[in-house]
């Protein structure tokens, strides 16, 4: 009696029948194709043993269901696209979704070599140097005058050039006065620092750096160079916002009271000859005293003020020393200390 040679799976005879090993294990063509077999994407059906199958993107197909979802042309031995999930061939892709290219007008192809910029599309091969009609494929180019330029078409005819070294500006400079350097020829006129991205200032035509420009032109504060050992700015040039006082210019913190040393930038002040000083000050230290009130005519706020003799009154203080009647204007007599009105020199 033989041997048994039977399906691993359903158990009957392979004797005299087709079989497929699987790990050493035959099974019979319907155990296999229920087993093994994978099912196709498109028509849900299992692709047999003895039928082509296709696999893209994890997916498999029967050879005739692989095919474009447009045109349903087999796809087998076609270049194709996905587009969605679904296979287009190159042809419809290129009808529906490809973009036109800007020099020859035609199609550009998927797979094929392109060049996108600025929301245009070039075949790799149409898109050239204008100056020098090379193509410039992947090299570096520059936009100018409405066409496209190889870095050496451009630098040699239409580049600005540096108004310090005469040679050509490609990428990011500087413009002083209308014209354009390099960062690096943007300089100090005294000391050849780089001036680009740093504060500077001008005098004429030529820039320099803050630090020269306050040693070589800026005005000096009067406060500084009169009260050196005194003042924290010791000689700093005045390069920002200042003070103006009889003609000449201080730092804020220099313009101070004579007195008591307060800041008087911004601060109602009057002076005593040259040196200024703050109402508080003046007020003590010179300011006549009002007959009526005692305190100091400053000149501020209610600043008029009467004259008589040797005496002064501001103007709300100059009354009646009996009724307090305003003598403004009036005419008034006086009496020993005091000043009447017409009216209370008559009563006596």
């Known amino acids: 009696m033989s041997d048994r040679f039977d399906c691993k799976n359903c158990h009957e005879s392979l004797y005299g029948r087709k079989y497929i090993q699987v790990e050493d294990n035959p099974h019979c063509i319907p155990c296999y194709d229920h087993l093994y077999a994978n099912t196709c994407q498109e028509c849900k059906e299992i ?3 003895n039928s082509k199958e296709l696999f893209y993107n994890d997916r498999y197909y029967h050879e005739h269901c692989f095919r474009c979802v447009r045109c349903t042309r ?50 790799e091969d149409c898109f050239v140097c204008h100056g020098c009609e090379k193509p410039i494929g992947a090299e570096a180019f520059i936009p100018a005058e409405n066409n496209y330029y190889c870095v050496p078409c451009y630098e ?29 020829c943007f300089v100090c006129t005294g000391c050849k620092t780089t001036l ?9 035509e ?9 040693s070589l032109y800026a005005k000096k504060c009067a406060g500084c160079n009169t009260a050196a050992l005194k003042c924290v700015f010791d000689l700093q040039a005045l390069t920002k916002g200042g003070v103006t006082y009889r003609d000449e210019v201080w730092h804020k913190e220099c313009f101070v009271c004579t007195g ?30 009002c007959a009526g009130c005692n305190t100091a005519i400053t000149g501020f706020g209610d600043g008029k003020y009467i004259s008589f003799e040797e005496r002064q009154w501001h103007q709300p203080c100059f009354k009646c020393s009996r009724c307090s009647v305003s003598l403004v204007g009036s005419g008034f007599f006086p009496d020993r200390d005091q000043i009447l009105c017409t009216d209370c020199n008559n009563d006596d």
């Not at 680009?196 to 004429?204: L, N």
């Not at 030529?206 to 306050?214: D, G, I």
């Not at 200024?276 to 010179?286: A, D, I, T």
Request: hydrophobic share 25%; glycine share 6%.
């Open 47 to 49: 692709i047999t043993h």
């Open 260 to 289: 008591c040393k307060t800041t008087l930038a911004g601060q109602p002040f009057t002076s005593e000859g040259e040196n200024p000083y703050c109402v508080k000050c003046f007020s003590s230290l010179y300011a006549k005293k």
């Open 196 to 204: 680009a991205g740093q504060p500077f200032t001008s005098e004429g």
């Open 156 to 184: 040699g005819r239409l580049a600005p050039r540096c108004s310090h070294c005469n040679k050509a500006l490609t990428k990011g400079g500087v413009t002083y006065r209308d014209e354009v350097w390099h960062k690096e």
């Open 206 to 214: 030529n820039p320099y750096c803050v630090k020269c420009f306050s």
């Open 74 to 123: 087999s796809l087998a031995d076609e270049p194709f696209t996905s587009q969605d999930d679904a296979l287009v061939c190159s042809e419809c892709y290129s009808n529906e979704f490809s973009s036109k290219c800007v020099v020859c007008d035609k199609k550009v192809m998927p797979g094929s070599k392109m060049l996108e910029y600025s929301g245009s599309t070039w075949h």
